[in-house]
């Protein structure tokens, strides 16, 4: 499976940015799909990721009432909404491929996307 991102960019606190997460190859529509993030000097963390039917979700607490995974299956593709953004959002937001829930969860997934920056300025 090959992951793309796209959407990132520069927005004010209080913005919302929309991230996309294309992909080819395999079925997407056999994988769990999430979405993590890494800012400067810092480890990858999980935000946020998504079951194989799109039915059950699970966020971070640090996004949780502010971000929203979902997917489109029909167009092999996983969208992250983020609203209220906050400086400290930002990072190199990455999409990626899991065979399992748990698996997205701890962040043991099968195929990455290259990262899309996403700058929230004060």
């Known amino acids: 499976v090959q992951l793309v991102e796209s959407g990132g960019g520069l927005v004010q606190a209080g913005g919302s940015l929309r991230l996309s997460c294309a992909a080819s190859?395999?079925?997407?529509?056999?994988?769990?799909m999430g979405w993590f993030r890494q800012a400067p000097g810092k480890e990858r963390e999980f935000v946020a990721v998504?079951?194989?039917?799109?039915?059950?979700?699970f966020s971070a607490d640090s996004v949780k009432g502010r971000f929203t995974i979902s997917r489109d299956n029909a167009k092999n593709t996983v969208y992250l909404q983020m609203n209220s953004l906050k400086p400290e959002d930002t990072a190199v937001y990455y999409c990626?491929?899991?065979?399992?829930?748990?698996?997205?969860?701890?962040?043991?997934?099968?195929?990455w996307g290259q990262g899309t920056q996403v700058t929230v300025s004060s």
């Open positions: 990626a491929a899991a065979r399992s829930f748990a698996s997205a969860r701890s962040g043991v997934c099968d195929y």
């Open positions: 190859g395999r079925p997407f529509s056999s994988y769990v």
């Open positions: 998504i079951t194989v039917s799109g039915g059950t979700t």
